[in-house]
């Protein structure tokens, strides 16, 4: 059973961060609920205060512009950012992280900004960002920020956010020319969590092959989602051959953290860490050939 609470159902972004600004630790914000009402349904989480921000049609956007990149609507679901004709023009990594998230019902209602301030290690949205430098822009009464996607996630569902705050826009820069990214993960039911993700973002220099820049951020793979750097520097400033996507692999699982769960042991996670990052490496600098 749910515990009792009192319910807001604020229109305005205003009128939301009022509430929050007023009850503050005791108050929880819910935007689709998919992941909070399994919370609070196990008595993990239980509100004195609730506010629903899922009627504030001002953060439920999908837009890109020439200079600016692409600029995510906190609301905006799963299904609206899978579908987005911006997302497929430049960000396709995106669409086909989201095509594999959930279940078309969750993908509906779920909205990418809850995914991340949920602050799942195992999310899919979060690898797939890091890899493209995504930004959070957060406001408060106070006013707003931004920060790297990779330095939001504190540890195990503990996030940057500030009671107060509100995450109210993912921004995703134009990737430089030349760049290919990729994005898969591993799970044993389709439409399940990632056992693992991986994410790699390679750029090339022009003509000559050689790794100009290079991401890659794994999910599942420790209590935060993490860019693997000492991998990246196995690929950073070199001519990418299969054998050195190999060992970024196994660099990569060396330094991730995982832990031993239901779904697969810590071992299994680091053997599928070496195997998929050498695969969505090889993915991603075919993409970036073709950019
Ligand atoms: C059956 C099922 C399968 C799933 N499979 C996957 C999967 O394969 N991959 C995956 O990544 N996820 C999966 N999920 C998780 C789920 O899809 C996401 O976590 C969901 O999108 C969260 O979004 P929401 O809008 O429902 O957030 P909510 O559940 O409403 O909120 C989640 C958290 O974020 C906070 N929050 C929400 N929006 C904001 C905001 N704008 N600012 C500040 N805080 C905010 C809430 O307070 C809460 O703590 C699954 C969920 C279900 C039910």
Redesign the pocket.
Known sequence: MIKDFEYFAPKTLKEALTVLDKYRDEC???????????LMRQRL?APEYLVD?KGISE?NYIKSDAKEGLKIG??AT?RAVEKSPAVKNGFSALGEMER????VQ??N???????I??G?P????APVLIALKANLKMVSLKGERTMPLEDFTLDYFETA?EPD????EIQVPLPLPHTGVAYTKF?IIE????TVGVAVSLTLGSGNNTCEDVRIALGASAPTPMRARKAEGTLQGKKITDDLLREAGVVASTEADPISDIAASAEYRRELLKVLVARVGKRALARAKRA
């Open positions: 929880k914000i819910i935007a689709g609920g998919q992941s909070l009402l399994v989480v921000i953060l906190a609301l799963h594999r998230l959930a279940s969750t993908r209602w779920g909205t990418i900004g809850g995914n301030c949920h799942d195992a999310g899919d949205p956010l705050e509100l995450l109210t799970n439409s399940d969590v990632a």
